[in-house]
Protein backbone atom coordinates (compact mmCIF):
# COMPACT_ATOMS: atom_id res chain seq x y z
CA UNK A 1 0.00 0.00 0.00
CA UNK A 2 1.09 3.56 -0.81
CA UNK A 3 1.26 6.67 1.31
CA UNK A 4 -2.44 7.24 -0.10
CA UNK A 5 -3.70 3.80 0.53
CA UNK A 6 -2.57 3.92 3.81
CA UNK A 7 -4.21 7.63 4.86
CA UNK A 8 -7.73 6.84 3.14
CA UNK A 9 -7.57 3.51 5.54
CA UNK A 10 -6.66 5.50 8.70
CA UNK A 11 -9.40 7.75 7.70
CA UNK A 12 -11.73 4.79 7.41
CA UNK A 13 -10.81 3.00 11.15
CA UNK A 14 -11.20 6.82 12.44
CA UNK A 15 -14.78 7.15 11.11
CA UNK A 16 -15.49 3.58 12.34
CA UNK A 17 -14.27 4.27 15.43
CA UNK A 18 -16.40 7.55 15.48
CA UNK A 19 -20.01 5.88 14.23
CA UNK A 20 -19.01 3.14 17.04
CA UNK A 21 -19.11 5.34 19.20
CA UNK A 22 -22.05 7.48 18.65
CA UNK A 23 -24.65 4.29 20.34
CA UNK A 24 -22.48 4.41 23.63
CA UNK A 25 -23.29 8.35 23.51
CA UNK A 26 -26.81 7.49 23.28
CA UNK A 27 -26.61 5.15 26.69
CA UNK A 28 -24.25 7.22 28.89
CA UNK A 29 -26.92 10.37 27.99
CA UNK A 30 -30.03 8.18 29.13
CA UNK A 31 -27.95 6.73 32.67
CA UNK A 32 -25.55 9.96 33.47
CA UNK A 33 -28.09 10.65 36.26
CA UNK A 34 -27.55 7.54 37.53
CA UNK A 35 -23.79 6.96 36.99
CA UNK A 36 -23.33 10.66 38.61
CA UNK A 37 -25.19 9.19 41.43
CA UNK A 38 -22.73 6.08 41.95
CA UNK A 39 -19.90 8.54 41.67
CA UNK A 40 -21.20 10.90 44.26
CA UNK A 41 -21.67 7.99 46.61
CA UNK A 42 -18.69 8.19 48.61
CA UNK A 43 -19.29 12.08 49.15
CA UNK A 44 -22.27 11.21 50.22
CA UNK A 45 -21.86 8.18 52.65
CA UNK A 46 -18.95 10.38 54.27
CA UNK A 47 -21.18 13.20 54.62
CA UNK A 48 -23.49 11.23 56.12
CA UNK A 49 -21.10 9.55 58.91
CA UNK A 50 -19.65 12.79 59.73
CA UNK A 51 -23.10 14.41 60.53
CA UNK A 52 -22.81 16.76 57.90
CA UNK A 53 -25.86 17.66 55.44
CA UNK A 54 -25.70 15.67 52.19
CA UNK A 55 -26.11 18.85 49.25
CA UNK A 56 -23.61 19.23 46.99
CA UNK A 57 -24.50 22.29 45.11
CA UNK A 58 -24.15 24.39 41.23
CA UNK A 59 -23.00 27.89 41.50
CA UNK A 60 -24.01 28.29 37.86
CA UNK A 61 -27.21 27.87 35.43
CA UNK A 62 -25.01 25.80 33.06
CA UNK A 63 -22.88 24.34 35.42
CA UNK A 64 -25.09 21.15 36.31
CA UNK A 65 -25.66 20.64 32.81
CA UNK A 66 -22.04 21.01 31.91
CA UNK A 67 -21.38 18.28 34.48
CA UNK A 68 -23.63 15.90 33.19
CA UNK A 69 -22.82 16.40 29.85
CA UNK A 70 -19.13 15.97 30.69
CA UNK A 71 -20.22 12.69 32.01
CA UNK A 72 -21.70 11.06 29.69
CA UNK A 73 -18.67 11.75 26.86
CA UNK A 74 -16.24 10.58 29.29
CA UNK A 75 -17.87 7.52 29.99
CA UNK A 76 -18.37 7.09 26.21
CA UNK A 77 -15.05 7.36 25.43
CA UNK A 78 -13.79 5.25 28.89
CA UNK A 79 -16.35 1.94 27.79
CA UNK A 80 -15.64 2.94 23.88
CA UNK A 81 -11.90 2.39 24.37
CA UNK A 82 -11.77 -1.06 23.43
CA UNK A 83 -13.54 -0.47 20.23
CA UNK A 84 -11.01 2.42 19.73
CA UNK A 85 -8.16 0.08 20.33
CA UNK A 86 -9.49 -2.70 17.99
CA UNK A 87 -10.11 0.02 15.30
CA UNK A 88 -6.53 1.06 15.74
CA UNK A 89 -4.98 -2.38 15.64
CA UNK A 90 -6.70 -3.38 12.85
CA UNK A 91 -5.03 -0.44 11.08
CA UNK A 92 -1.70 -1.30 12.21
CA UNK A 93 -1.72 -5.14 12.47
CA UNK A 94 -0.56 -5.67 8.75
CA UNK A 95 2.55 -4.20 9.74
CA UNK A 96 3.55 -6.15 12.24
CA UNK A 97 5.47 -9.70 12.21
CA UNK A 98 3.91 -12.43 13.55
CA UNK A 99 6.05 -12.38 16.45
CA UNK A 100 5.57 -8.62 17.57
CA UNK A 101 1.55 -9.41 17.65
CA UNK A 102 2.59 -11.74 20.89
CA UNK A 103 3.65 -9.10 22.50
CA UNK A 104 0.45 -6.82 21.68
CA UNK A 105 -1.62 -9.87 22.89
CA UNK A 106 -0.34 -10.04 25.93
CA UNK A 107 -0.09 -6.63 27.47
CA UNK A 108 -4.22 -5.65 26.20
CA UNK A 109 -5.73 -7.59 28.51
CA UNK A 110 -3.15 -7.04 31.10
CA UNK A 111 -3.59 -3.19 30.91
CA UNK A 112 -7.20 -3.94 31.13
CA UNK A 113 -7.26 -5.93 34.16
CA UNK A 114 -4.75 -3.70 35.61
CA UNK A 115 -7.19 -0.22 35.19
CA UNK A 116 -9.99 -1.72 36.29
CA UNK A 117 -8.28 -3.16 39.65
CA UNK A 118 -6.88 0.43 39.49
CA UNK A 119 -10.21 1.91 39.74
CA UNK A 120 -11.90 -0.40 42.22
CA UNK A 121 -9.21 0.83 44.59
CA UNK A 122 -9.66 4.09 44.03
CA UNK A 123 -13.64 3.75 44.39
CA UNK A 124 -13.65 1.53 47.42
CA UNK A 125 -10.37 2.02 49.47
CA UNK A 126 -8.71 5.34 48.75
CA UNK A 127 -11.27 7.65 48.07
CA UNK A 128 -13.30 7.35 51.40
CA UNK A 129 -9.98 7.23 53.37
CA UNK A 130 -9.33 10.21 51.41
CA UNK A 131 -12.84 11.90 51.81
CA UNK A 132 -13.58 11.56 55.44
CA UNK A 133 -9.67 13.08 56.01
CA UNK A 134 -10.66 15.98 54.04
CA UNK A 135 -14.48 16.49 55.03
CA UNK A 136 -13.57 16.05 58.77
CA UNK A 137 -10.56 18.50 58.32
CA UNK A 138 -13.25 21.36 56.85
CA UNK A 139 -15.65 20.84 59.68
CA UNK A 140 -13.18 21.59 62.29
CA UNK A 141 -10.70 23.69 60.37
CA UNK A 142 -12.00 27.12 62.28
CA UNK A 143 -14.81 26.24 65.36
CA UNK A 144 -16.62 28.84 66.31
CA UNK A 145 -17.11 30.49 69.92
CA UNK A 146 -20.27 30.05 71.48
CA UNK A 147 -21.43 31.21 74.85
CA UNK A 148 -23.41 28.88 77.33
CA UNK A 149 -25.52 30.48 80.18
CA UNK A 150 -28.19 29.04 82.27
CA UNK A 151 -31.83 29.49 81.57
CA UNK A 152 -33.22 31.81 82.94
CA UNK A 153 -35.48 30.75 86.01
CA UNK A 154 -38.97 29.20 85.08
CA UNK A 155 -38.05 29.15 81.27
CA UNK A 156 -38.43 25.28 79.75
CA UNK A 157 -36.95 24.42 76.70
CA UNK A 158 -39.92 23.21 73.94
CA UNK A 159 -39.86 19.83 72.35
CA UNK A 160 -41.70 20.39 68.97
CA UNK A 161 -40.79 18.31 67.01
CA UNK A 162 -39.89 13.91 66.67
CA UNK A 163 -36.48 12.92 65.85
CA UNK A 164 -36.77 9.54 63.36
CA UNK A 165 -34.00 7.86 61.63
CA UNK A 166 -36.01 7.63 58.08
CA UNK A 167 -39.21 9.30 56.47
CA UNK A 168 -42.63 8.46 57.53
CA UNK A 169 -44.35 6.13 54.72
CA UNK A 170 -46.86 8.28 54.54
CA UNK A 171 -46.71 11.81 56.24
CA UNK A 172 -49.88 14.36 56.22
CA UNK A 173 -49.86 17.63 54.85
CA UNK A 174 -48.12 20.31 57.18
CA UNK A 175 -46.31 17.39 59.42
CA UNK A 176 -42.81 18.06 60.32
CA UNK A 177 -39.91 16.00 61.89
CA UNK A 178 -36.02 15.44 62.12
CA UNK A 179 -34.57 13.26 59.79
CA UNK A 180 -31.01 12.14 62.00
CA UNK A 181 -29.79 10.39 59.42
CA UNK A 182 -30.44 13.20 56.90
CA UNK A 183 -29.51 15.67 59.55
CA UNK A 184 -32.79 17.76 58.26
CA UNK A 185 -35.78 19.03 59.30
CA UNK A 186 -38.54 17.73 56.79
CA UNK A 187 -41.84 19.07 56.20
CA UNK A 188 -44.90 17.16 54.13
CA UNK A 189 -45.79 19.85 51.27
CA UNK A 190 -48.68 19.40 48.65
CA UNK A 191 -47.97 18.50 44.99
CA UNK A 192 -47.41 21.31 42.35
CA UNK A 193 -50.46 19.47 41.22
CA UNK A 194 -51.94 19.30 44.41
CA UNK A 195 -52.61 15.93 43.96
CA UNK A 196 -50.39 14.20 46.28
CA UNK A 197 -47.62 15.33 49.02
CA UNK A 198 -43.94 15.35 48.61
CA UNK A 199 -41.14 15.73 51.38
CA UNK A 200 -38.97 18.77 51.54
CA UNK A 201 -36.43 19.84 54.32
CA UNK A 202 -33.58 21.57 54.81
CA UNK A 203 -29.96 20.82 56.20
CA UNK A 204 -29.06 21.17 59.76
CA UNK A 205 -25.15 22.13 59.34
CA UNK A 206 -23.01 22.18 62.46
CA UNK A 207 -21.81 25.51 63.77
CA UNK A 208 -18.60 26.24 61.52
CA UNK A 209 -17.20 29.74 60.70
CA UNK A 210 -16.25 28.25 57.65
CA UNK A 211 -19.27 26.63 55.96
CA UNK A 212 -18.85 23.51 53.84
CA UNK A 213 -20.52 23.49 50.33
CA UNK A 214 -19.21 21.29 47.89
CA UNK A 215 -19.51 22.02 44.38
CA UNK A 216 -20.47 19.04 42.26
CA UNK A 217 -18.27 19.81 39.02
CA UNK A 218 -15.19 19.94 41.82
CA UNK A 219 -16.16 16.91 43.15
CA UNK A 220 -15.90 15.37 39.62
CA UNK A 221 -13.38 16.98 38.31
CA UNK A 222 -11.49 15.35 41.31
CA UNK A 223 -13.26 11.70 40.76
CA UNK A 224 -11.33 12.34 36.88
CA UNK A 225 -8.05 13.36 38.02
CA UNK A 226 -7.96 10.67 40.23
CA UNK A 227 -8.90 7.97 38.21
CA UNK A 228 -6.22 9.01 35.69
CA UNK A 229 -3.77 8.95 38.25
CA UNK A 230 -4.74 5.74 39.81
CA UNK A 231 -5.24 3.95 36.23
CA UNK A 232 -1.28 5.48 35.19
CA UNK A 233 0.05 4.05 38.49
CA UNK A 234 -1.53 0.09 38.13
CA UNK A 235 -0.28 0.04 34.85
CA UNK A 236 3.48 -0.31 36.38
CA UNK A 237 3.85 -3.71 35.58
CA UNK A 238 3.86 -3.53 32.03
CA UNK A 239 6.44 -0.98 32.24
CA UNK A 240 8.21 -3.42 33.53
CA UNK A 241 7.70 -5.85 31.06
CA UNK A 242 8.15 -3.24 28.52
CA UNK A 243 11.60 -2.14 29.73
CA UNK A 244 12.92 -6.01 30.23
CA UNK A 245 11.78 -6.76 26.74
CA UNK A 246 13.27 -4.14 25.34
CA UNK A 247 16.66 -5.16 27.42
CA UNK A 248 16.94 -2.29 29.54
CA UNK A 249 16.64 -3.81 32.51
CA UNK A 250 16.44 -7.07 34.13
CA UNK A 251 14.92 -9.18 37.00
CA UNK A 252 18.20 -9.45 38.61
CA UNK A 253 18.01 -5.93 38.37
CA UNK A 254 14.96 -5.11 39.28
CA UNK A 255 15.35 -6.97 42.12
CA UNK A 256 18.78 -5.58 43.87
CA UNK A 257 17.01 -2.27 43.83
CA UNK A 258 13.67 -2.39 45.19
CA UNK A 259 14.12 -0.43 48.16
CA UNK A 260 15.05 2.22 45.73
CA UNK A 261 11.48 0.99 43.80
CA UNK A 262 9.85 1.33 47.72
CA UNK A 263 10.77 4.74 48.03
CA UNK A 264 9.47 5.81 44.68
CA UNK A 265 5.74 4.19 45.23
CA UNK A 266 6.13 6.44 48.47
CA UNK A 267 6.85 9.49 46.56
CA UNK A 268 4.27 9.00 43.57
CA UNK A 269 1.51 8.05 46.17
CA UNK A 270 2.26 11.14 48.14
CA UNK A 271 2.21 13.15 44.72
CA UNK A 272 -1.19 11.39 43.43
CA UNK A 273 -3.10 11.12 46.62
CA UNK A 274 -5.23 14.49 47.22
CA UNK A 275 -4.23 14.07 51.33
CA UNK A 276 -1.24 14.15 53.51
CA UNK A 277 -2.17 11.63 56.25
CA UNK A 278 -0.38 8.25 55.88
CA UNK A 279 -2.79 5.97 55.76
CA UNK A 280 -4.44 7.53 52.05
CA UNK A 281 -0.69 6.93 51.08
CA UNK A 282 -0.12 3.55 51.61
CA UNK A 283 -3.50 2.72 50.05
CA UNK A 284 -1.89 3.56 46.98
CA UNK A 285 1.88 2.86 47.74
CA UNK A 286 1.36 -1.08 49.12
CA UNK A 287 -0.59 -1.78 45.75
CA UNK A 288 1.93 -0.20 43.72
CA UNK A 289 4.94 -1.92 45.30
CA UNK A 290 3.34 -5.06 44.86
CA UNK A 291 2.67 -3.83 41.12
CA UNK A 292 6.04 -3.96 40.93
CA UNK A 293 6.73 -7.00 42.29
CA UNK A 294 4.32 -8.89 40.06
CA UNK A 295 6.07 -6.86 36.96
CA UNK A 296 8.69 -8.65 38.04
CA UNK A 297 7.13 -11.84 38.29
CA UNK A 298 5.43 -11.41 34.85
CA UNK A 299 8.98 -10.44 33.36
CA UNK A 300 10.82 -14.02 34.31
CA UNK A 301 7.69 -16.05 33.75
CA UNK A 302 7.15 -14.12 29.73
CA UNK A 303 10.93 -13.47 29.06
CA UNK A 304 10.91 -11.79 25.19
CA UNK A 305 12.48 -14.97 24.27
CA UNK A 306 9.45 -16.84 25.03
CA UNK A 307 7.12 -14.71 23.66
CA UNK A 308 9.09 -14.00 20.06
CA UNK A 309 10.04 -17.87 19.65
CA UNK A 310 12.82 -19.68 18.33
CA UNK A 311 11.66 -19.88 14.67
CA UNK A 312 10.27 -15.73 15.24
CA UNK A 313 13.95 -14.93 12.93
CA UNK A 314 13.23 -16.93 9.62
CA UNK A 315 10.86 -14.53 7.73
CA UNK A 316 11.29 -11.12 7.46
CA UNK A 317 8.52 -10.72 5.80
CA UNK A 318 5.86 -9.06 7.68
CA UNK A 319 2.76 -10.67 6.57
CA UNK A 320 4.58 -14.55 6.92
CA UNK A 321 2.22 -16.72 8.67
CA UNK A 322 -1.03 -14.80 7.94
CA UNK A 323 -4.23 -16.07 7.29
Known sequence: ???????????SRLIRALLG?????????????????IMLAPLLRTLRELGQPENLQNTGVMEGFATYLKLSLIVTVVVGIPWIIYQLWKFIAPGLYNHERRFVYILAPLSTILTILGLLTLYYIMLPVALKYLVNFGATLVPPIVATAPLPEGTVLPRLLPMLAADPPSPELGQMWINTELHAIRVAFATADGTGIEVRGTALVQPNVIAQQYRVKEY?????GLSIAFVLAFQLPVIVLLLGWAGIVDGKWLRKYWRHALVVCAIASAIITPTPDPLSMLTLAVPMYMLYELGIVLLWLLPASRIVGKKAEVSNDPTAGEG
Open 21 to 37: LLPLLAVALYFADKLLG
Open 1 to 11: MGLGEHLEELR
Open 220 to 224: VDLFY
